[in-house]
C-alpha cells in the first residue's frame, strides 16, 4: 500500500503564498494520475488541481490563475504553488494519488490532509 506525506500547510495572509508537497512511498509500484483536493468547514471535498503521469493539468475555475500543480516523477512528489491566496482558499488540503500494482491493478491512496487557512 502507498502511503502519502503532506507538508507545507499553515496560516498566511491574504495575498500570501504556500507551497505543499505529497511524497507518495510507491518505490514498488506505478503513479498514476495526482491530485489535490480540499475541504472546507461544511463544504464538501472538491477537486483543486490533478495532474496525469505525462504532465497534463487541470485546475478548478477558483483557482486558475493562482495556483499551480507539479510533480516529480522520480521523487513520487507533487507540489501545490499557492499564490495570492484568499480566505475562501482557507481549508484542509488532502494529496490524492491513483497507483498500479505489478498485477496491473489500479488503487487510490489519500493523504492525511494538511490545514491552510489564509487570514483577511
Known amino acids: 500500500q502507498v502511503q502519502l506525506v503532506e507538508s507545507g500547510g499553515g496560516l498566511v495572509q491574504a495575498g500570501g503564498s504556500l507551497r505543499l508537497s505529497c511524497a507518495a512511498s510507491?518505490?514498488?509500484?506505478?503513479?498514476?494520475?495526482m491530485g489535490w483536493y480540499r475541504q472546507a468547514p461544511g463544504k464538501q471535498r472538491e477537486l483543486v488541481a490533478g495532474i496525469t503521469s505525462g504532465g497534463s493539468t487541470n485546475y478548478a475555475d477558483s483557482v486558475k490563475g493562482r495556483f499551480t500543480i507539479s510533480r516529480d516523477n522520480a521523487k513520487n512528489t507533487m507540489y501545490l504553488q499557492m499564490n495570492s491566496l484568499k480566505p475562501e482558499d482557507t481549508a484542509v488540503y488532502y494529496c490524492?494519488?491513483?497507483?498500479?500494482?505489478?498485477?496491473?491493478?489500479?488503487?487510490?491512496?489519500w493523504g492525511q490532509g494538511t490545514q491552510v487557512t489564509v487570514s483577511s
Open positions: 510507491a518505490s514498488r509500484f506505478s503513479v498514476n494520475a
Open positions: 490524492h494519488i491513483t497507483y498500479q500494482s505489478s498485477l496491473g491493478i489500479t488503487f487510490p491512496s
